[in-house]
């Protein structure tokens, strides 16, 4: 069973909700037979690169709240992420694009890489001290730890081109399901979770996924049909001339 989740690394509740969600599938009887597929979504597509500011200056820009409620509501999400072991820095963080890290996520998708990514860029983001946003050295240094090889890595932050479809084919494919805020859950193509649910939802979801999934093929086999003849990779049977 595929599960693709839709986030962005400036979603502190796709922090959250990626925590939620693992400690459902931990606990999920068939783990190993889950994949997990991490696709983009840009909270502020249009935002530029160089376009960095304080998350609370962001929010009270954005929702037309005073710096005091934004720092509470940053208060508040500390405690959430807390109360998922995460650590949260509730001051002092900045906000910026995204894109580039969607397409390394990309890259490290392609390396079998991608987890180990997006949970740096994450624990950066939100509970480190040096930003994540402005500095390509930073996102080097991040996808390195990840097991990136740091000129590849290099190589696509210098080409603006690469990944590049690839981020917005995920964001083309997350207007079509209908998502148009993250964490967003698609299990099998089937069903879908919006948001960072409690640990309970997620593990309900995943058994029910699971339960519909299409049954095994049965190869029926009989005393009559025993030994007969197939073509594989090797070739066909030569039928033998009975004697």
């Known amino acids: 069973m595929r599960v693709e989740i839709w986030s962005d690394i400036a979603c502190p509740w796709c922090y959250v909700g990626k ?3 693992e400690k459902a599938l931990d606990a999920f009887p068939h783990r190993d037979g889950v994949e997990v597929v991490h696709r983009s979504f840009e909270l502020d597509p249009g935002l530029a690169k160089g376009d960095i500011q304080p998350v609370l200056t ?8 005073s710096e005091a409620q934004a720092q509470a509501g940053e208060e508040n999400l500390g405690a959430q ?24 996520l990309h890259l490290a998708k392609d390396k079998g890489r991608q987890d180990e990514l997006i949970q740096l860029f994450y624990r950066a983001n939100f509970a480190e001290e040096q930003s994540v946003f402005g500095n390509d050295e930073r996102l080097v240094e991040l996808a390195v730890s990840a097991g990136l090889d740091a000129d590849e890595v290099r190589g696509v932050l210098a080409d603006p081109d690469a990944y590049a479809d690839a981020v917005r084919a995920d ?19 089937k069903f879908g979770v919006s948001g960072a649910q409690p640990v309970e939802a997620f593990a309900q979801a995943l058994t029910q996924a699971w339960g519909e999934r299409p049954a095994p093929l049965k190869v029926v086999q009989s005393e009559a049909g025993a030994g007969a003849e197939v073509c594989g990779p090797d070739g066909c049977a030569v039928p033998q001339q009975s004697q």
Do not use: I
């Open 81 to 104: 992420a807390a109360a998922e072991g995460l650590a949260y820095r509730t001051r002092d963080r900045d906000n910026g694009n995204t894109f580039d890290m969607h397409r390394l």
């Open 171 to 189: 964001e083309r494919e997350a207007a079509e399901l209908g998502a148009n805020g993250v964490p967003f859950f698609v299990l099998d193509r």
């Open 58 to 65: 962001m929010l009270s820009k954005k929702y037309g709240m």
């Open 19 to 21: 925590a939620r969600f």
